[in-house]
Every structure is written in C-alpha cells, then in structure tokens.
C-alpha cells in the first residue's frame, strides 16, 4: 500500500513542476536531502527534482512558467533557479558506471529505480512523486524511511561497490551519522558498512583533496565534531587523511607513569571550542590541531615524567604543511590557525605565574585581533578530570582574562602600532636606511612592552633619542 505526504509539498514549485510535467509526459520527483529533512523536522531550502527525461529542457520550461532565469551547466546535465526562497536543482534521472581508476562515472539516461539505485543511503534515496495521480507518494525501495528512523546509515547497494565506486561516500556516510545525530537519537554507520569502509579505505587516494577537505569542514561545522573523527578512525580512514591526528593516539606507560591519550584530548578540546564559538570553522581547524606537534617532542624525564616541550613551536610549523596537504587556503585563515597553535600555552601559562602587565602586554602584541579566539580555545583546553584543578584553572583564568582588559584599556597594545617610524628617524638624524634604524624601533617596542614607557610618541621619541645618542646618531639642524 503507497503512502502519501502531500503535507510536505505545499510549496508553489512543486505545484508548478507538477503541471510541467504533465504537460510534457514526463515523471518528475523531489528526491533526496528535502525528503530526509522532512521526515527529520529539519528546514531545508535546497529542493532536488529528478525527471525521467532532460533536466535542462525541463529546468528552461519550469523557468519560462515561472518567469526565474535558469542557470544550467551542460557538462553535468543539471540546471537551477531561485523561486520563494529555495534553490531547485533539476538533473535527469540517470543510471551509472564507474571505472576502478575513478569516481568519476559513466552516465546514461534512465528511470527513477535506476536514479535512486546510484544513491549513496538509503535515506537520500528517498523520493515524493509530483504526478498528478500520485502527488506526495513516498518512492522508497530501499527502506529509507525504516533506517532514519532508527538512525541507520546505510547503502542501497553492497558497500563494497558504492564505496569502490565513490570513495567520497565513505567520509559522506561519517559526515551524516555526524550531523543528523542529537541527543534524542544517535546515527549510526551499519556494521557491514564499517568493516566494508576498512577494506576500501585505500580507494581514498582516487579522491582529489579539495573534495576531501570539503568534507572533512563540513564534518568540523557539526554540533559535536568529535563524532566524525572517531568514526573516520574506527574505519581506518583517518591514517589516509590526517596521519598527523592519528599519530597523537595510545599512552605509553615508563615506570608506571603515562600520560594522557593526546588524541581523545584533541577531540574534547574540539567539542569545547564547537560549543561556543558559533561555527568559526577555523578556530575550530586550531583546535583539532592545538596538540598536533605533540608526538614530535615527547619525551620521558625520571624526575618530571612524560613532558611535551616546544610542542607548540612544532605545530605551529606543521600547519602550513598539513593544509598544503590538504588543498585548504593557504592565506590568513592558515595563518590564523598557526598563529593560534602557536600561543595556545600563553594563556595558560600567565594562570600559572604571576601575572604581571608586561606579560600581558606581550599576549596582546603578539595575538592582536585574535586574542579573543585564543582565549576560547585556551578556555576549551582545560579538560582534567579533578574538578578542583579545573576549578581553580578556570578562576585564574577569569584573572588573566580581566588583566587582558586592563592593560588593553590603558596601553592600546592590541595591533600594535610603533609610534617610532623609519621615515622619522632617517628624516630626524638625515640617515638613509640602514640597521640602526631597526634597532632603535625594536628598543622602543620593547621598552613599552616591558612596560618601562607608555604607549606614546612623546616618551617613545625621548627613549629613542637617548638610545641613538649611545649609537652615535646626532640629530641634523
């Protein structure tokens, strides 16, 4: 017995793609994501229509009834346009066949049965057919409705030819038991899947990078991140992607002193950091490689045990590899997350000493607009299991957090600015460019940092005269 859902296509466009398709003696469907999110209570304003014929021609009649420009791209056969709101993407139904050498397939045109066997789960496979004698009817050959319900992800065909076929479906599948998963109902990845996805996980080397790093931002941008990279590291996909994460895993133990499992530290940090930062993918980025250095400089001391000395300097001199690697930007976003890796133990540092103003001061220059973002992260980094250590951290670190306010109210030390400049001392002392020039506006940075003068061209310019006069420079007439 079919089943209707007229309820969830009460949208003008489906209306409208109904009467085209009428006209014209095709069969038209909405398929996909909008399916699944309607099931799931989730809004949605990405609409795939697949139609057993043309989806461009199909698109244009839509368009010209609509009166919405249509953009098409021929090489894939799919069209879109913009109508209430929604981006309706149009693509014929189609059967395909893949090469081992690539994911890229061998298309032909086919029937809705053939468009839904080249699903990647069987909860995208679902459909709602828009025929007038059928409006709202669920397609759903594969038991779609069954498995979201019990929040399975799993895959119309055997495993191990949709994976082989498409290697990317293999992060897709962690990607979606990550972000559909809430507290009332956790996704999971079928175990025939898992296992299947450990015997493929080689096939990852057929996929470009920059497909690789899209999935792995989406991944990043869920509510609880953590979820995605253990499940990649459960199919054996992560040595393939980020062998530098998989690298932070174990505990060694020497004398009967271990230290704690850097990789479930990193993956605590990063739910921490994705809780209150509002979706800032790349703090997020410098959270998952806060540690990242960390395996590099372990080493085992009898008197103070496991230590990671410098761990920070070296992450911060992987990063620019690691998203080389992975075809991510390499322009500020790439130097935000080093710059961040980098002073990630300052914070926490000025906890632990005395917290004095030109060690604050130092943070502020060094940080600059970002000491906001470092101090969420440093923040997220506290994840002892002694609520009294936490506890005490956190009150020392309101402290440093209000010294930061302080000293940026009376100093004006974020985004520094020399009041000192080249063009004033070569102009005051009748000097071309040469060394002395950077000496002295080092000895004046310095001199405010430390906290010796204020942040003013007044006393900047009296210390600066003194310490030229020791260099020999003499003011010209």
């Given at each position: 017995?079919?089943?209707?859902?007229?309820?969830?296509?009460?949208?003008?466009?489906?209306?409208?793609?109904?009467?085209?398709?009428?006209?014209?003696?095709?069969?038209?469907?909405?398929?996909?994501?909008?399916?699944?999110?309607?099931?799931?209570?989730?809004?949605?304003?990405?609409?795939?229509?697949?139609?057993?014929?043309?989806?461009?021609?199909?698109?244009?009649?839509?368009?010209?009834?609509?009166?919405?420009?249509?953009?098409?791209?021929?090489?894939?056969?799919?069209?879109?346009?913009?109508?209430?709101?929604?981006?309706?993407?149009?693509?014929?139904?189609?059967?395909?066949?893949?090469?081992?050498?690539?994911?890229?397939?061998?298309?032909?045109?086919?029937?809705?049965?053939?468009?839904?066997?080249?699903?990647?789960?069987?909860?995208?496979?679902?459909?709602?057919?828009?025929?007038?004698?059928?409006?709202?009817?669920?397609?759903?050959?594969?038991?779609?409705?069954?498995?979201?319900?019990?929040?399975?992800?799993?895959?119309?065909?055997?495993?191990?030819?949709?994976?082989?076929?498409?290697?990317?479906?293999?992060?897709?599948?962690?990607?979606?038991?990550?972000?559909?998963?809430?507290?009332?109902?956790?996704?999971?990845?079928?175990?025939?899947?898992?296992?299947?996805?450990?015997?493929?996980?080689?096939?990852?080397?057929?996929?470009?990078?920059?497909?690789?790093?899209?999935?792995?931002?989406?991944?990043?941008?869920?509510?609880?991140?953590?979820?995605?990279?253990?499940?990649?590291?459960?199919?054996?996909?992560?040595?393939?992607?980020?062998?530098?994460?998989?690298?932070?895993?174990?505990?060694?133990?020497?004398?009967?002193?271990?230290?704690?499992?850097?990789?479930?530290?990193?993956?605590?940090?990063?739910d921490n950091v994705?809780?209150?930062?509002?979706?800032?993918?790349?703090?997020?980025?410098?959270?998952?490689?806060?540690?990242?250095?960390?395996?590099?400089?372990?080493?085992?001391?009898?008197?103070?045990?496991?230590?990671?000395?410098?761990?920070?300097?070296?992450?911060?001199?992987?990063?620019?590899?690691?998203?080389?690697?992975?075809?991510?930007?390499?322009?500020?976003?790439?130097?935000?997350?080093?710059?961040?890796?980098?002073?990630?133990?300052?914070?926490?540092?000025?906890?632990?000493?005395?917290?004095?103003?030109?060690?604050?001061?130092?943070?502020?220059?060094?940080?600059?607009?970002?000491?906001?973002?470092?101090?969420?992260?440093?923040?997220?980094?506290?994840?002892?299991?002694?609520?009294?250590?936490?506890?005490?951290?956190?009150?020392?670190?309101?402290?440093?957090?209000?010294?930061?306010?302080?000293?940026?109210?009376?100093?004006?030390?974020?985004?520094?600015?020399?009041?000192?400049?080249?063009?004033?001392?070569?102009?005051?002392?009748?000097?071309?460019?040469?060394?002395?020039?950077?000496?002295?506006?080092?000895?004046v940075k310095e001199?405010i940092l430390d906290?010796?003068?204020?942040?003013?061209?007044?006393?900047?310019?009296?210390?600066?005269?003194?310490?030229?006069?020791?260099?020999?420079?003499?003011?010209?007439?």
């Amino acid at each position: 017995m079919s089943v209707t859902f007229p309820q969830y296509l009460d949208k003008r466009i489906f209306r409208v793609v109904s009467e085209v398709a009428a006209e014209k003696g095709v069969r038209a469907f909405v398929i996909g994501g909008y399916v699944r999110d309607c099931f799931l209570g989730n809004h949605c304003k990405d609409i795939d229509i697949v139609v057993e014929g043309s989806g461009i021609d199909f698109a244009m009649a839509v368009g010209e009834r609509t009166r919405k420009k249509v953009s098409y791209f021929k090489n894939f056969g799919t069209a879109m346009l913009h109508f209430d709101g929604d981006e309706i993407e149009f693509v014929g139904a189609r059967r395909e066949s893949y090469r081992r050498e690539s994911r890229k397939p061998i298309v032909e045109n086919g029937t809705i049965e053939d468009d839904q066997l080249r699903r990647d789960f069987t909860i995208n496979a679902m459909a709602f057919s828009l025929q007038s004698d059928s409006f709202g009817e669920l397609v759903d050959p594969f038991g779609g409705i069954r498995d979201l319900d019990k929040g399975i992800i799993r895959t119309p065909l055997d495993p191990d030819t949709t994976y082989s076929d498409d290697p990317l479906r293999m992060l897709r599948a962690v990607r979606f038991a990550s972000r559909l998963s809430v507290p009332e109902r956790t996704f999971r990845i079928v175990p025939e899947s898992m296992e299947s996805m450990q015997r493929m996980a080689p096939r990852l080397s057929i996929l470009s990078k920059e497909r690789i790093s899209d999935e792995l931002n989406k991944m990043l941008l869920t509510s609880r991140p953590s979820m995605a990279f253990r499940l990649m590291d459960e199919a054996g996909l992560l040595p393939y992607i980020l062998p530098e994460l998989t690298a932070l895993k174990g505990v060694e133990t020497i004398d009967g002193r271990g230290h704690k499992d850097n990789f479930s530290h990193t993956l605590a940090v990063l739910d921490n950091v994705a809780a209150v930062d509002g979706g800032n993918l790349w703090l997020r980025w410098a959270a998952l490689l806060h540690d990242i250095g960390k395996p590099e400089s372990k080493r085992y001391d009898p008197a103070q045990g496991w230590t990671f000395h410098g761990h920070e300097v070296i992450g911060s001199k992987m990063v620019p590899r690691i998203f080389s690697a992975l075809k991510l930007p390499l322009d500020d976003k790439m130097k935000y997350v080093r710059k961040l890796v980098w002073l990630h133990l300052r914070p926490i540092a000025l906890v632990d000493d005395l917290v004095t103003d030109s060690a604050v001061r130092r943070l502020l220059f060094d940080a600059g607009d970002d000491i906001d973002d470092l101090m969420t992260l440093c923040g997220a980094d506290i994840t002892s299991k002694n609520p009294v250590k936490v506890a005490r951290i956190k009150a020392n670190f309101e402290l440093v957090r209000k010294k930061l306010v302080e000293v940026e109210e009376k100093d004006a030390i974020r985004n520094f600015k020399n009041p000192i400049t080249g063009d004033y001392v070569m102009k005051l002392y009748g000097i071309p460019p040469c060394s002395e020039i950077g000496q002295l506006k080092e000895y004046v940075k310095e001199a405010i940092l430390d906290g010796r003068i204020g942040n003013n061209f007044e006393e900047a310019d009296a210390i600066m005269r003194s310490r030229a006069a020791e260099l020999g420079l003499t003011p010209v007439e």
